[in-house]
């Protein structure tokens, strides 16, 4: 299983990003995928989640801003990232995950940068 991220780079503040996740080896589509970031010196944190049904979730912090995708024909999730502020800079990881009879399925991604900076 591989989850690949891309489209992270340096980005003016109030300018906008879209990272795409393409996963291999899995079934994308029972998976519930989410996007993490992870700042220096700071944990990990959850931006946004969206069910293998297609329901979503945001961080308060980028609620209006961000949005979530997939497409499952594809084996691609997508967080498009708008009004981007200087504080959203972090490494943006994507997660695939699952429980089926008690046995977690959990991989992830090995992250891309997005830096907000003028």
């Known amino acids: 299983v591989q989850l690949v991220e891309s489209g992270g780079g340096l980005v003016q503040p109030g300018g906008s990003l879209r990272l795409s996740c393409a996963a291999s080896g899995v079934i994308f589509s029972i998976y519930d995928v989410g996007w993490y970031r992870q700042a220096p010196g700071k944990q990990r944190e959850l931006v946004a989640v969206?069910?293998?049904?297609?329901?979503?979730n945001y961080a308060d912090s980028v609620k209006g801003r961000f949005t979530i995708s997939r497409d499952n024909a594809e084996n691609m999730a997508y967080l498009q990232m708008n009004s981007l502020k200087p504080e959203d800079t972090a490494v943006y990881y994507c997660?695939?995950?699952?429980?089926?009879?008690?046995?977690?399925?959990?991989?992830w991604g090995q992250g891309t940068q997005v830096t907000v900076s003028s």
């Open positions: 969206i069910t293998s049904g297609g329901s979503t």
């Open positions: 997660n695939a995950i699952r429980l089926n009879l008690g046995i977690k399925f959990d991989y």
